[in-house]
C-alpha cells in the first residue's frame, strides 16, 4: 500500500517505558535513560517495522515534588539530552524518522535552527521538531524569572518558530556552488540576513548551516488548549492528541484540518496522531494481568503526584482518594485543557481519585488500551478508517518488553488488515509522513 493510504506511527520513547511503574518491572532496563544500548535496539526494532518516526519528549530540570515521590520516580530524573541522543542513533539507522523537544520558551532561535538543521544533515533528512512552551519550574535552571502565562507562552513560542523558518531560510538551495575551479564557494546574493527584532527575541542571522536537506524539519505540537490550536493550525504539520472519545477525536481532525486551510495550508499538510498507551499480550485476560502486576509496583504518592502534574493542578492532598475529584476543583487559571480532560477520564470510568491517579499513572496519554493484539489492532482500525486519526503515537507501557510485545504481535494483525506499510517507500521523513518539501522561503516569508 501507498504511504497515502496506511496510518502513520511514531514511537514514543520514554527510557524505561510509559507507565510510571515500569522501570520496576522485570522486562524493563531499569537503565535506560542513559543506556545507548538499549535506544539503539528499540530504535532498531521499530526501522525494521517501517515506523515513521522515534519521538522524544524532554525537560530541562527536575520537576519539584515531596521526597517520597522523587526518589521512586524515573522520569526526567536521568536522561540523555535528546539532540545528542539522535544523533548518534542516525548513524546506527537509515529511513526512520527522528523526531524530539526543544523548548520555545528557553531557547534562543539560533540554537533551535542550528541543531535541527544538523541533525537533519547527519541523519539524511530524518529531522522532526516538537515545539512545546515549557512548565515554569524549568525557567531558574536558565537565570529565568518566567512571569509569563499560558496564552503569553504561546505568542512568544510563535515568534520563536517564525524566526527559525527564517533562518532555515538563510540561504537558498542552490547557494553553495563550492566551485574549486573558479574558487568561488557560495553565491553571496542567495544568502539571506534575518534581522528580527520582535517583542520577545531578537536574532540577525544568517544561519551558519546550508538549507537542510528537508527544507524545514518536520514541524510537530501537542498543545490542545484553544492557543495550542491556534498555534498547530499555523504551523504544525504533525500534532499530538490525548482524546478519548473517537467521536471528539474525529471532530478535532476536521476542526484542525478546517483551521489549518484557514491559514492557506492544504488540510492533509496537518496530520492528526493520538498517544496510545498500550499493555498487550496474545489474550485479554494476559493483557489485564500484565497491566495488574504494573499497577501493584506503583507507589500512591507518586500516582497522586502524576495525577497533579497532568491536571495542572498543584496540590491535590486535600480531597478525599476515595471520591471523586469535583469539577469545582478546577484552579481558576487552568487553560492547558489538562484538568477538564482527566476529570472526563473519571466520570466516564466512574472513578474516585485514588483509582483516577493510578489511571493517570499507568498511561502518559488519555487514550489507553489493555488487551490482546487483535483487540489493539481493532481499536487502531477503527480510529484511523473512520477519520478520527492520521495514525498514532505508540506508548509501550515498558521498554523493551512491551514494545517487542507490539512489533510481534499487533504488527502482523495491521499488516494483515493492509493498515500499515511493508516497507519504506522514501528517505525522508517528509516521504514517510506524505509532506512535501517545502520551497525555500514559502513560509519564513523571505524574499528574493
Not at 527544507?215 to 500534532?239: C, D, I
Not at 478519548?244 to 492528526?272: C, F, Q, Y
Not at 504518592?301 to 469539577?327: C, E
Amino acid at each position: 500500500m501507498t504511504a497515502a493510504r496506511t496510518m502513520r506511527l511514531g514511537l514514543f520513547i520514554n527510557p524505561t517505558g510509559h507507565h510510571q511503574a515500569s522501570w520496576r518491572h522485570p522486562d524493563a532496563d531499569a537503565d535506560a535513560g542513559v543506556n545507548f544500548g538499549h535506544y539503539r535496539r528499540v530504535a532498531e526494532l521499530a526501522e525494521q517495522h517501517c515506523f515513521d518516526m522515534l519521538f522524544l519528549a524532554d525537560n530541562q530540570g527536575v520537576r519539584e515534588t515531596d521526597p517520597e515521590t522523587r526518589r521512586r520516580v524515573a522520569q526526567y530524573i536521568a536522561n540523555f539530552e535528546p539532540f545528542t541522543l539522535l544523533s548518534a542513533l542516525a548513524a546506527v539507522t537509515d529511513r526512520i524518522g527522528l523526531t524530539c523537544t526543544a523548548s520555545l520558551s528557553y531557547n534562543y532561535p539560533f540554537q533551535i535552527a542550528r541543531k535541527f538543521a544538523s541533525l537533519d544533515f547527519i541523519s539524511g533528512g530524518r529531522s522532526g521538531w516538537n515545539m512545546v512552551t515549557s512548565e515554569r519550574s524549568e525557567a531558574p535552571n536558565f537565570g529565568i524569572d518566567d512571569r509569563l502565562d499560558h496564552d503569553e507562552r504561546y505568542r512568544r513560542g510563535e515568534e520563536v518558530v517564525r524566526a527559525c523558518l527564517g533562518l532555515w531560510d538563510s540561504w537558498e538551495d542552490d547557494a553553495f556552488l563550492r566551485d574549486k575551479a573558479t574558487g568561488i564557494f557560495s553565491d553571496l546574493d542567495k544568502l539571506h540576513a534575518l534581522d528580527h527584532a520582535g517583542e520577545h527575541v531578537r536574532v540577525r542571522g544568517p544561519l551558519n548551516v546550508p538549507r537542510m536537506p528537508q527544507g524545514y524539519p518536520v514541524l510537530v505540537q501537542a498543545g490542545q488548549s484553544e492557543a495550542g490550536r491556534s498555534f498547530a493550525a499555523k504551523y504544525a504539520e504533525v500534532m499530538f492528541t490525548t482524546l478519548l472519545l473517537v467521536d471528539r477525536a474525529r471532530e478535532l481532525r476536521s476542526e484542525m484540518r478546517e483551521r489549518a486551510s484557514a491559514h492557506g495550508r492544504p488540510p492533509d499538510e496537518i496530520k492528526l496522531m493520538p498517544g496510545l498507551a498500550v499493555v498487550t499480550g496474545r489474550t485479554d485476560a494476559e493483557a489485564q494481568e500484565r497491566f495488574e502486576e504494573l499497577q501493584s509496583l506503583l507507589h500512591p504518592a507518586v500516582a497522586l503526584s502524576m495525577l497533579s502534574a497532568k491536571m495542572g493542578y498543584p496540590d491535590l492532598d486535600g480531597y478525599p482518594l476515595d471520591r471523586p475529584l469535583p469539577r469545582s476543583a478546577k484552579p481558576a487559571d487552568e487553560r492547558s485543557g489538562g484538568f477538564d480532560r482527566w476529570i472526563e477520564i473519571a466520570e466516564r470510568e466512574q472513578l474516585s481519585l485514588r483509582q483516577l491517579a493510578y489511571r493517570a499513572a499507568g498511561s502518559r496519554a488519555g487514550l489507553q488500551i489493555v488487551g490482546s493484539y487483535r483487540r489493539v489492532a481493532e481499536l487502531m482500525e477503527e480510529w484511523f478508517v473512520t477519520g478520527a486519526a492520521d495514525g498514532f503515537n505508540i506508548q509501550p507501557a515498558y521498554f523493551p518488553g512491551m514494545f517487542e510485545e507490539f512489533v510481534g504481535g499487533v504488527m502482523p494483525e495491521l499488516r494483515s488488515r493492509g493498515l500499515v506499510r511493508e516497507r519504506y517507500e522514501g528517505r525522508t521523513l517528509r516521504d514517510h509522513l506524505g509532506l512535501p518539501r517545502p520551497q525555500w522561503g514559502s513560509r519564513s516569508g523571505t524574499r528574493r
